[in-house]
């Protein structure tokens, strides 16, 4: 039994010029396994909420419909790798058509994109630009799966509107069973990970996991996550889009 919640929010900075919300998120919750993916639009970006909600709608839905029954599952890590980077051409590919069915610059539409997939058995994740994917391991361990990617200069990341970009996806693919897998935007990094070291802080991700450990009304958790997000608590620390998804498994006991 597969449970997903997520939330996107207005970061506060966005919402004193407003600026709309740049960051997207999604999650498909399949009969043997779940696909998820966050993405974050530049800000200097004009039309990046689309390009965010456009990429991740796109390699979502490619992996869904790649993914109808346990059957048609890789079967080894090179496979899920395979799939996965369809998913993040298809994506790109979506934003290319965009640009030139609206006359936009294809830079209009820039935006990072995380994608994981994660069944009983296996987990794979790509990962174009900053935010992270954390693990939370059967042993009670938690851990960034890719560290955020960084460009050369500070706030500088690799957008999938980029010319190279399909070359600079990053992927990891892990052959262990798992307990919870969290996927977040840039705008919760300072909160929820130690910069220096990209490792996950635990007492930020530990209630999620939690919360998701017993069987729950997902719709009513990702309501309680994006007050949690929204409110001044979260909001004096971070004035950027703020975006997390959560994904656990009942297959294995929570401690």
């Known amino acids: 039994m597969w449970q997903a919640i997520g939330a996107s929010t207005l970061g506060t900075s966005h919402l004193k010029t407003g600026t709309p919300c740049q960051d997207a ?3 498909r919750v399949l009969p043997q396994a779940v696909v998820a993916a966050v993405a974050d639009g530049l800000g200097s970006a004009a039309q990046s909420h689309v390009g965010s909600a456009l990429a991740l709608e796109t390699a979502l839905t490619v992996l869904e419909q790649a993914l109808p029954d346990s059957a048609a599952y890789p079967i080894d890590a090179a496979g899920w790798k395979l799939l996965l980077a369809k998913s993040f051409a298809a994506a790109r590919q979506a934003l290319v058509d965009q640009a030139e069915a609206h006359a936009h610059p294809l830079s209009d539409l820039a935006t990072t994109l995380i994608v994981v997939i994660w069944t009983a058995e296996w987990l794979t994740v790509g990962q174009l630009g900053d935010g992270a994917v954390v693990m939370y391991t059967l042993d009670d361990m ?4 890719i560290p955020p990617q960084r ?3 500070v706030n500088e990341t690799f957008p999938l509107t980029q010319a190279n970009a399909l070359d600079l996806v990053e992927f990891c693919t892990l052959q262990e069973p798992l307990r919870a897998v969290c996927l977040l935007t840039d705008g919760l990094q300072t ?3 130690n910069v220096a070291t990209g490792q ?8 999620f996991f939690e919360a998701l450990a017993e069987p729950v009304d997902t719709q009513t958790v ?3 996550l994006r007050q949690f997000l929204a409110s001044p608590r ?3 620390k971070t004035d ?3 975006t997390i998804v959560v994904l656990s498994t009942l297959h294995y006991p929570h401690p």
């Open 222 to 224: 990702s309501e309680e």
């Open 25 to 27: 998120h999604g999650y």
């Open 191 to 193: 909160l929820s990970m």
């Open 142 to 145: 938690m851990a960034t799966v």
């Open 234 to 236: 979260v909001c004096s």
């Open 151 to 153: 460009g050369e200069f």
């Open 240 to 242: 950027d889009d703020k």
């Open 200 to 207: 996950p802080y635990r007492p930020f991700f530990m209630p």
